[in-house]
């Protein structure tokens, strides 16, 4: 009898650590890295959504870098990739059960764990299953959070955290999720890699909290056009964050 033993090495290479490195590598505009400093100072909650290997996490890192210093932030991942400067930073890992089949911890028991550290800020690496419901439930709270996931589109994001808290039992209930997502979620960034192979940031929308007919409405801030990362027409949610953060939206937000 032969055992054929499969290992997978996944090696995270970080290239950038602040929103100013992605301007650089060209994956994002200086006014729209400007405006995301601005929307993770002002404590709204972002979904960073896009394909593999698209840099959901890299940018992950880069919005957790411009976390205020004075706040604490309880990280919760399957594998840890998360690596941002913070002073006050605790970042936690799921664990395998062992071969007596106890011992495992779940991303679910994380974000519950993470909740009773008294956080300031909660960060997800990357929600798949019924955790998502446990996530939402905290930025509904008014816990400020980011985390990311995997979708080909901004809308369809907001579609798959709607599908994913269903996972958690039977008496969870579309009717309960939809409206929970559209009043918890604040922004959803969605990156994709070109045909040169370049990771850049394709669009950010904001959710202003309504929904009607279980589709959650959205409004364009940032789109690629032309290859370009243009600003849109619409605008952030949760304009009364910004400005208790001390920040001038209206500024931000103007064409340059």
Do not use: Y
């Not at 002002?42 to 205020?68: D, M, R, W, Y």
């Not at 395998?96 to 495992?104: A, D, K, R, V």
């Not at 446990?134 to 995997?150: E, K, Q, R, S, Y």
């Amino acid at each position: 009898m032969v055992f054929v033993t499969a290992v997978n090495i996944r090696k995270f290479v970080l290239r950038a650590t602040r929103l100013a490195d992605l301007v650089e590598l060209g994956s994002l505009t200086p006014q729209a890295a400007a405006f995301l400093d601005a929307v993770v100072r002002a404590g709204l909650n972002v979904l960073v959504a896009g394909g593999t290997q698209a840099g959901k996490t890299t940018l992950l890192n880069c919005l957790a870098a411009a976390i205020p210093g004075g706040e604490r932030v309880i990280s919760a991942e399957e594998v840890f990739e998360l690596r941002f400067p913070h002073p006050d930073w605790v970042p936690l890992q799921t664990r395998q059960s062992g071969l007596e089949g106890t011992g495992e911890i779940r991303l679910r028991d994380l974000v519950k764990e993470a909740l009773r550290m008294r956080p300031s800020r909660i960060i997800v690496g990357e929600v798949r299953s019924e955790e998502c419901l446990d996530l939402l439930l905290a930025l509904n709270a008014g816990l400020p959070g980011m985390c990311t996931i995997h979708a080909n589109s901004a809308r369809e994001a907001l579609v798959k955290v709607c599908i994913l808290p269903l996972l958690a039992g039977e008496n969870i209930s579309a009717r309960f999720v939809v409206p929970t997502v559209a009043s918890s979620v604040d922004l959803v960034v969605h990156l994709g890699v070109d045909a040169r192979g370049v990771r850049r940031v394709n669009e950010v929308v904001g959710v202003p909290g309504r929904a009607e007919n279980d589709v959650i409405e959205t409004e364009t801030l940032f789109a690629r056009e032309g290859g370009e990362l243009r600003r849109g027409n619409g605008r952030p949610p949760r304009p009364e964050l910004f400005a208790r953060a001390g920040l001038d939206l209206d500024r931000l937000l103007a064409e340059r």
